[in-house]
């Protein structure tokens, strides 16, 4: 099977159309978001909509479970809370009900999909360290963990002895004897320094993980954001991908 895996959409009409059409491209046999449709972008309703056709899996993410209520986000920083804020009143009762359906986290062919992390997925710890990666580690049965959540490329394979090693993302044929987490990176707001969107093809039967890098009109989904009067800092960062 081959899978296409995208996250992190985050309200990026044009980075998910750019990702969806390249994935058509690639021929995969189905298609699974790992959450945050919505936050900081400008078209939270069309992403839920584009996902909730084209996606066999969606999952929650920290920014939907926001948008819908569930979550306090008081401990969002500044700029995420007045997106939030204007993402809940964006949004109709359909896209509530789009988000509402997302699940926490789901098992495939040997593969664990979560947003944040397999410990605790509703409490979303990220995975930035070696100590984060080991307690995901103790909570992953599978061979293969995909998440997103920091926006951040990432492979952490877990060693022989015991310990992990971190690695930015990269093409990769994982070792079958070995365990890894793998962060997919961001459609809609990517954090590595490459402003384009991020996603990723796992082909379980040739076991090989593929990072895939797709431009797209940024000044547009910046011009909207803009119109949409959301924070500076949000719409600036999407040409600098930081």
């Known amino acids: ?3 296409g895996l995208i ?6 009409l044009e980075a998910l159309t750019a990702v969806l059409r390249d994935i058509e491209k690639q021929k995969v046999d189905s298609v699974h978001c790992l959450g945050d449709v919505v936050g900081y972008g400008a078209d939270p309703a069309r992403c839920l909509k584009m ?36 993402t ?25 999909l979560v947003h944040a992390s397999p410990y605790e997925p509703e409490e979303w710890h990220y995975i ?4 984060d990666a080991d307690e995901a580690f103790s909570h992953l049965s599978q061979n293969i963990g995909f998440f997103g959540h920091s926006h951040i490329p990432t492979i952490i394979q877990e060693k022989s002895d015991g310990t992990t090693r971190m690695q930015a993302g990269h093409d990769v044929s994982p070792d079958r004897e070995r365990r890894y987490l793998i962060n997919i990176g961001s459609v809609g707001q990517p954090r590595d320094n490459d402003p384009r ?23 547009n989904a910046q011009r909207k954001m803009s119109e949409a009067r959301l924070p500076s800092n949000l719409i600036s960062r999407l040409s600098a991908g930081t």
């Open 1 to 3: 099977m081959k899978y």
């Open 7 to 12: 996250s992190d959409i985050h309200g990026n």
């Open 51 to 86: 996902v909730k056709k084209q996606c066999d899996t969606v999952l929650m993410g920290n920014h939907d479970y926001a948008a819908i209520g569930v979550q306090p986000y008081d401990s969002f920083n500044r700029a995420a809370q007045a997106a939030t804020e204007w």
């Open 88 to 112: 809940r009143q964006v949004l109709d009762d359909k896209s509530m009900a789009i988000i509402a359906d997302f699940e926490m986290e789901r098992s495939l062919d040997d593969m664990y």
């Open 128 to 131: 930035l360290t070696e100590n």
């Open 197 to 219: 969107a991020c996603y990723v093809i796992f082909d379980s039967d040739e076991y090989e993980i593929e990072f895939h890098r797709v431009e797209y009109d940024i000044e």
